[in-house]
């Protein structure tokens, strides 16, 4: 995945849209803030999942951490390699570091998430 | 450093059940998200209770008869096993506002060092662990494992603290060894390390450390009704 042509959320995950599928992870930013992860919990195939609510959970060494949808839909493919390594969140967090995809119930609510530009300059506010 | 403007403190008067002990924590979090409140509050433990991290499984007990046959409950924060029995315990519960929470990992430094300063005045030297050693099995006990922010006493781990982080607030919360439990006689508290240190009043004194360096405001309070009647609900659902 291109980091530049993708879709950001200001709590830090992205989302790659082909068609109706968007794919779904978490920023290099927040794999940083997280620092060493040791739990992913991703929801099941199948899941509905709502745009800005929680769709799973992440577990560092000192914090347990909420994972917000970028997008409303339903799960249909999750990442199974992911939670017995999570190192790929780190070493590829763009790419093999995907969470889950979801068919898109309401393709309008795309405007809402932010480009690579403007997440850049949330998260340079946030350093500040 | 960035202060928070003001600090509600909450010094619960008895030790309580396990679940209410956790269920006010979530509420705490919960009104930082809502109604942008910060609170620190310091709790006791009525009976020995054993707290699971956020993802453990509770057969991850079953192979340690002493904690099986426990009262259990499960925390918001991840990491392993704690038995709470001779503890204070804190939890920290800052909304997304304050801006001292931009690196949370300062958080764990700040609070334990208002620890280090109030027990060096009492003449009990901790000490922040610093550099560790990951293991690949962590032990099922939480005061078992190491991490670089434990504060430790003649190198037995007397303080931890664990994170839960939602919607950008932060809940921090963490046990004070004071004894060891009878239930885990091999994790030694402050009174069982220095039997000459004085352990009264220790929630006064450690909040208002703590208050004085991250509050520009701060004032004893206590639950609202709203939040008591939240908690008393969440205390009732099994963890």
């Known amino acids: 995945m291109d980091p530049t042509t993708l879709k950001y959320t200001k709590t830090h995950e992205w989302a790659a849209v082909e068609g109706d599928v968007a794919t779904i992870g978490i920023s290099d930013f927040a794999v940083h803030l997280l620092s060493d992860l040791v739990y992913a919990d991703l929801p099941p195939i199948g899941k509905k999942v709502t745009q800005g609510q929680p769709f799973g959970e992440v577990e560092s060494v000192k914090a347990v951490s909420d994972v917000y949808s970028p997008v409303s839909g339903e799960v249909i493919a999750r990442n199974e390699k992911l939670p017995d390594h999570l190192d790929l969140l780190t070493s590829s967090p763009f790419d093999s570091g995907w969470m889950i995809k979801v068919r898109l119930s309401n393709a309008g609510e795309l405007s809402s998430l932010l480009n690579q530009t403007s997440y850049k300059a949330h998260c340079d506010a946030e350093k500040h | 450093m960035v202060q928070l403007p003001y600090v509600r403190q909450i010094i619960d008067a008895q030790a309580n059940s396990g679940s209410w002990n956790m269920a006010v924590d979530e509420i705490l979090l919960q009104s930082a998200i809502d109604h942008d409140v910060a609170t620190l ?162 929630a006064e004194q450690l909040g208002q450390s703590l208050l004085r360096e991250v509050a520009v405001d701060s004032e004893s309070g206590m639950l609202t009704v709203a939040e008591e009647q939240a908690a008393r609900i969440i205390s009732l659902v099994p963890g």
């Open chain 2, 41 to 202: 509050r310091w709790y006791r433990w009525r009976e020995p209770t054993a707290s699971l991290g956020y993802f453990q499984k509770k057969e991850d007990l079953l192979g340690d008869a002493r904690l099986s046959q426990l009262p259990q409950v499960r925390r918001l924060s991840g990491g392993g096993t704690l038995v709470h029995d001779v503890e204070l315990t804190y939890s920290l519960a800052l909304p997304v506002s304050q801006r001292l929470i931009e690196r949370p990992m300062d958080l764990y430094r700040i609070v334990h060092q208002a620890f280090i300063d109030v027990f060096h005045k009492r003449g009990v030297v901790l000490t922040l662990r610093g550099t560790t050693t990951k293991h690949a099995n962590e032990p099922v006990l939480c005061f078992a494992r190491e991490d670089e922010h434990d504060l430790v006493l003649n190198g037995h781990k007397v303080l931890g603290s664990a994170q839960r982080r939602r919607r950008g607030a932060i809940l921090q919360h963490g046990g004070l060894l004071l004894k060891a439990s009878a239930v885990t006689p091999e994790l030694l508290g402050i009174a069982d390390l220095q039997p000459s240190a004085d352990l009264s009043g220790l």
